[in-house]
């Protein structure tokens, strides 16, 4: 539209803009107005909507309404890509931008007040330390400072200045006494300048090779972490002061900073007996790689560690959140404060979205009087759910006023209160041996009956108290400020449930479990009305948290079985669900075990993969209690009663242990069928019985384990790469819930039926038999994967066609991928226009030339007679010759308009007027049109859809699967298969899966020893969608994909007979797209336009059948536009032959592509001969020479065809060095660093 900036390459603009995550809204809204202004697409946002055009319209109201309606479109899918998928499903949808950015205003507009404490509690606690530089830690300041000054909370730079140097250690003391004494106020960036100068100056100081690391806790003291204990006669260390880090509650021996390791920076890696937690790294050859980072002075070092084991990040303030049901910070600091929980790390807790969704309310009220003893008030509420667990959909609270301790039970029906309080009552009268003095409640019926002209009728719960001498004190109507105790507390307590279901994924029919596992947690952490936590008050000693664990955290769970065999697993799949009542122990849901829900004492929890959000290698926190359990008892039929007992006080310290390799476990042993959040990598359990000891690892050579990532599929029809819930047939259409959407596309496929002429209703005539037809239904999608609209297709059942009779001739010209890359690359390059149209039931333009009867369609009978069947005159969709008669139709069309088919593709067209030029790709329906004359280019238009019915899709953005990025300031065009690649990891459950660097990696091979070697492995390998997959990767692989080409090319040579190798060999492809989904293969305005091919060839890579594999691949505009990679025809004797057999192939593809676009006429450097790289000098010369030897004589002559083309000037053959080969990725495995090298040259990268 003119008038209008054509806005730049959306994921170039959105690498600018966080996603919206709650607690950076302002943050969030000011980037977003700032960048849709800046690409002038905020147009909706500041005019409200113009009137729709009518017919008594004038153009410029129609154009203004359209500019609104372009501006409206685009700022909505710009916004919503910005808004993170953890609350994307909490925003309203809205038609208009206005209305959208109002509802996101309004609900998180009030979290700026909660992002600035963060950010001030973060600032207030950053000090310098060694695992980072100086440089580094004024940056970080700096930038909370931004951000706080955006909040509106701002600092002077000289307060800046003076708080930086009180975060600097004592080694800056001298430093900071020369600041004080100097005259000249620093600047922030003189201040940076000078302390990196003094850095550096104590990095020299010392001495040789030497660096400090800080040591971890000593096992004495991590054991003491979260114990129960009594209540000590004195607490001496509690308020003294450490000498060295100057905090309390400890003393500078136990001091944790104060104990320092030595580790030699030369040596390559440094051994310890210890098994102390030294920092954070990875597992690698037998170490682990720990990074030590001192002002980028000292590289990364590996630590090996004697005992396989390091103790898991118990400081940390965020894993402590999830554990405890993600109650406040503010109770957190109260249990580090009173000694329940050693101190931890508060700068790594961060702004909790979990919590945001489950807890956003308004204030209620304070409460009033408090009890002076435990029994003196009980306060009581019944509260309940929609969803109901076995019947129960209630639960009642009594409260404790003086201890705020409580009890829970689950209730069938209301007047169930009364047997619950009674149980209530008979438990902790005869434990706290004191009796109940007041119950404060609500007015509802189960407590206080009815109430009459003559004051209150009491009902069951009442008469029992009175008759108890308990006074019954109630609220007064329409004042549940009242009993703000219990309401408060159940309120609470379900906003614990939904933040607990909402980070565990968990089912919400769990409910009840997490609703037990909070009233399990508040009764052991602080509260504000109280000083103690209300199990101090309530059993006279601290409680114990060393055993919490964070709730629906996947687990390996070793339940007793008394008929267990010794090849059985050991464990089974589950998440923690709670702790068990009356016993030592937690409690599992299991789906795969027969109960479901079991209560084990012996788990492993892997809690770092639920708070970490990604599905990694699991570390493994082993949990063995060897304590005797309490007797339990039957619980009630009214539910549980959730006031248990202190779970397991003689827990061992949670390690991480060191995954052990299995000894020949049979794979349907480890191998299960799990829904996604299952899909977690477990490393196989020996076969050995764990007795609750550290073993020591066998050296002996173990045999490769089953793969950890392997998962096996029940159904490969369960995923679809399209639509998952289109219907299949007329029936399932009409009875779904889309039914009337679904009559209407049907109802506008007939109409176009009847304005083509499709066909004519006859009688059959005799001897001929009519063929069927078919409704064929489809939801199309946006490059977003929203549904555009719904389309039904009148398909005729082709397959039941005669050769010769119903039709002769079927062959139909398709574009080349290669074709469509270069014309793109094109339009980069001369920054042509690039528009796209389709054609409307483009197969009903073909005319046919052959007589075919069809039945009448499905739900629509003519009313002329239902006995009469359809003369086809067009060719409609199913036809064998179909889209052959399209085609004819439509070269005869746009030949008529002065286009020319390239006759090396012809679907594509050209035309020339003048120094005009418009090229057109023709890809069945789709047309993409390319020109540098928008007047040729509206011309071209209104001839098309003056002979056919089209639809004008203005700029292209999306065609065949590829969205299509565009920047024509800086002159980019990428390709982006993002949403294709989304939908392969969705369809084969690995959405969720961590990413790989590479496809394929040097050293891997695959071969026919790796295919199934009994009936039992290929039973196993039936239910996996091996060839699926491959074709899948194919696709990608040719559009976008050349780093991948080798890789699929490898897996596709055992697709009919696949293994666990080539399986998991597929998957690492996968999870490679997974990391690298974001990759464009970009084409850019250049200098010198011109085609340079690179060749190259490995030697007998092929295992199997010992033949090479040949990588050729063409660049131009900076980007690939041709490339492959397959397996050579012959055995090649020797490097140089597989190499030039190599040359041959893309010398014969180079000649394609001369001619190719020779024919464009747009390209002069094509007229020269086109150069092409070859990494072996001996290749190089027989090519160039006529010369054999005696390792060259038995060639085959047609290979010898690449002199001929050299001698012609069509190619010429250039060396090169190795190190430039960029089509190496192509026919083997490479090193990471050479491979992301060369994967970027061939123009395959994310837009920064």
């Known amino acids: ?75 909505m899918m710009f916004i919503k890509t910005r808004i993170s998928a953890g609350i994307r499903g909490s925003v309203d949808q809205h038609e208009k931008v206005q209305d ?74 001298p430093f900071k006494i020369s600041y004080n004494t100097h005259k000249d106020k620093w600047s922030i960036n003189e201040l940076m300048t000078m302390c990196v100068q003094e850095e550096g100056r104590l990095v020299m100081e010392q001495g040789e090779s030497a660096m400090l690391v800080t040591h971890g806790k000593g096992k004495s003291q991590a054991n003491q972490k979260g114990k129960g204990k009594m209540p000590p006669q004195t607490d001496i260390k509690k308020d003294s002061t450490c000498f060295f880090c100057k905090k309390k509650g400890h003393m500078k021996k136990e001091c944790t900073k104060f104990q320092k390791w030595l580790a030699d920076k030369g040596s390559s890696f440094s051994l310890f007996y210890k098994s102390d937690c030294v920092g954070n790294g990875t597992l690698s050859d037998g170490l682990y790689c720990i990074n030590l980072q001192n002002n980028a002075t000292y590289d990364s070092m590996h630590v090996h560690t004697g005992i396989k084991r390091c103790v898991i990040n118990e400081d940390s303030s965020k894993l402590w959140h999830r554990r405890l049901g993600h109650i406040s910070i503010e109770r957190i600091k109260r249990l580090v404060n009173e000694g329940v929980l050693n101190t931890l790390d508060f700068t790594d807790f961060e702004t909790c979205v979990d919590c945001i969704k489950g807890k956003q309310t308004n204030k209620s009220k304070k409460g009033a009087n408090r009890s002076s003893d435990i029994l003196e008030i009980i306060h009581t509420d019944i ?3 929609d969803m109901d667990s076995h019947g129960q959909k209630y639960f009642i609270s009594f409260i404790d006023d003086y201890s705020r301790y409580m009890y829970l039970y689950m209730l069938y029906n209301k007047n169930e209160a009364l047997d619950a309080f009674k149980i209530f009552k008979a438990e902790v009268e005869k434990q706290c041996g004191k009796q109940i003095k007041i119950v404060r409640s609500d007015r509802g019926g189960e407590y206080y009956g009815r109430y009459t002209e003559d004051g209150q009728a009491p009902g069951p719960f009442a008469k029992f108290l009175q008759e108890h001498g308990i006074v019954a004190q109630y609220t007064m109507p329409g004042s549940p400020d009242q009993n703000g105790v ?22 919400k029919s769990l409910w009840v479990e997490a609703l037990k596992t909070a009233v399990y947690i508040l009764n052991r952490v602080p509260t504000k009305a109280v000083p103690k936590t209300p199990f101090e008050l309530w059993k006279g000693w601290k409680p114990s948290l060393r055993h919490m664990r964070v709730w629906g955290c996947p687990s390996e769970v070793r339940i007793y079985n008394p008929q267990e065999k010794k090849l059985d697993p050991r464990t089974i799949s589950g998440y923690f669900i709670g702790y068990a009542e009356r016993s030592k122990g937690y409690r599992f849901y299991c789906p795969s075990h027969s109960t479901r829900i079991v209560e084990s004492r012996n788990a492993k929890f892997l809690e770092n993969d639920l708070i970490s959000g990604r599905d990694q290698t699991r570390n493994i926190v082993s949990e063995n209690d060897h304590s005797e359990s309490q007797p339990s008892t039957s619980s009630d039929r009214l539910g549980i009663v959730y006031s248990t007992p202190q779970v397991q006080t003689g827990v061992e310290q949670p390690i991480i242990e060191v995954p052990q390799a299995a000894d020949d476990i049979p794979v349907d042993q480890v191998v299960q069928a799990l829904p996604r959040t299952f899909e977690q990598r477990v490393e196989p359990h020996t076969s050995q019985e764990y007795d609750g000891t550290t073993l020591r690892r066998s050296t002996r050579p173990k045999k490769s384990a089953i793969p950890d990532d392997y998962v096996v599929y029940l159904q490969e029809s369960d995923y679809n790469i399209g639509a998952e819930n289109d219907p299949e047939s007329f029936s399932q259409a009409m009875s779904c819930k889309e039914s009337e959407l679904w009559y209407n596309a049907m109802k506008e496929e007939m109409n176009s039926m009847k304005s083509n002429g499709v066909w004519d209703l006859v009688e059959l005539p005799n001897g001929v038999k009519a063929i069927g037809c078919k409704w064929v239904f489809k939801t199309k999608k946006d490059s977003l994967g929203n549904i555009e609209r719904y389309k039904a297709r009148l398909v005729a059942k082709g397959f039941t066609q005669k ?59 003519s009313s002329d007679g239902e006995h009469l069947v359809c003369k086809l005159k067009k060719s409609i969709y199913g036809l064998k010759q179909a889209s052959r008669q399209w085609y004819l139709k439509f070269h005869n069309v746009i030949s008529s308009f002065g286009f020319v088919e390239n006759i090396m593709d ?39 859809s003056k002979n056919f ?95 991948i080409a080798f890789a699929v090319g490898m897996l596709g040579r055992y697709q009919s007979d696949p293994g666990l190798d080539h399986w998991r060999a597929a998957k690492k492809v996968m999870r490679y797209l997974q990391g ?48 492959r990679s397959a397996k050579q025809t012959l055995i090649a004797t020797s490097t140089m032959e597989a190499e030039f057999v190599s040359c041959f192939e893309a010398t014969s593809h180079g000649v394609w592509l001369k001619s190719f676009i020779s024919g464009l006429r747009i390209m002069d450097s094509i007229s020269r001969p086109l150069k092409i790289y070859c990494d072996n000098s001996a290749a190089v010369f027989m090519a160039k020479n006529n010369k054999s030897g005696s390792r060259s004589k038995h060639i085959d002559i047609k290979y010898l065809a690449i002199r001929e083309r050299i001698k012609e000037k069509k190619v010429v053959i250039e060396h090169v060095s190795t190190e430039l080969m960029i089509v190496d990725p192509l026919t083997k495995g490479m090193p990471l660093l050479k491979f992301k090298d060369h994967v970027a040259k061939m123009g395959l990268g994310s837009i920064m």
């Not at 279901?501 to 089912?507: E, Q």
């Not at 394929?1000 to 039992?1016: A, E, H, S, T, Y």
């Open 803 to 861: 050769e010769g009779i119903d039709y002769t001739e079927t062959f139909s010209p398709v574009s080349k991928k290669d074709s469509l890359r270069i014309i793109l690359a094109l339009v980069a390059h001369f920054d042509l226009e690039l528009q796209q149209m389709d054609v409307k039931t483009a197969f009903l333009n073909g005319d046919l030339e052959e007589e075919v009867y069809m039945k009448q369609p499905e739900g629509f009978p």
């Open 949 to 1043: 019915d089209m639809k004008d899709m203005g700029e292209a953005s999306y065609v065949i699967g590829i969205k299509i990025h565009r920047d024509r300031f800086q002159g980019i065009l990428g390709l982006s298969q993002e949403t294709y690649i989304n939908k392969i990891l969705k369809r084969f459950r690995m959405n969720d899966c961590s990413p790989s660097v590479a496809p394929i990696v040097k050293g891997d091979r695959f071969n026919l020893n790796q295919c199934p070697k009994n009936d039992l492995e290929r039973e196993q390998m039936k239910n996996i969608p091996y060839a699926s997959a491959v074709g899948s990767l194919m696709y990608a692989q040719v559009c976008t994909r050349p780093d």
């Open 906 to 944: 012809q679907c594509i067209y050209q035309k020339v007027s003048g120094s005009k030029i418009c090229f057109l790709v023709l890809y069945v329906d789709d047309i993409l049109l390319a020109t540098n004359d928008k007047g040729l280019l509206h011309e071209v238009k209104q001839f098309l």
């Open 1 to 75: 539209m003119a008038g209008v900036v054509q806005p730049a390459n959306f994921s170039d603009i959105r690498s600018d803009i966080p996603d919206l995550k709650g607690d950076n809204y302002k943050i969030w809204k000011e980037r977003i107005l700032l960048h849709l202004g800046w690409m002038d697409i905020d147009y909706a946002i500041r005019k409200d909507e113009p009137p729709a055009p009518t017919d008594t319209s004038t153009a410029a109201d129609i154009a203004l309404y359209e500019r609104w309606e372009r501006s409206n479109r685009l700022s």
């Open 100 to 173: 959208l950015l109002k509802a996101i205003d309004e609900q998180f507009v009030t979290s700026d007040k909660a992002l600035a404490s963060t950010l001030i509690m973060k600032f207030s606690s950053l000090r310098l330390t060694s695992v980072r530089g100086v440089r580094e830690h004024i940056m970080q300041i700096r930038d909370i400072v931004a951000q706080l000054k955006k909040l509106e909370v701002e600092m002077s730079e000289s307060f800046l200045v003076h708080y930086i140097l009180n975060t600097l250690p004592h080694q800056y003391g």
């Open 486 to 507: 219990a309401e408060r507390r159940n309120r609470t307590l379900l906003d614990m449930v939904r933040s607990m279901l909402s980070s565990s994924n968990l089912p």
């Open 383 to 385: 509260c309940s759910l």
């Open 1076 to 1123: 690298t989904k974001d990759y464009m293969l970009m084409y850019r305005r250049t200098d010198n336009l011109e085609v340079i091919g690179y060749s190259d060839s490995d030697f007998a890579g092929c295992i199997d059948s010992r033949k090479s594999t040949s990588g050729y691949i063409f660049m131009m505009a900076s980007g690939a536009v041709s490339w």
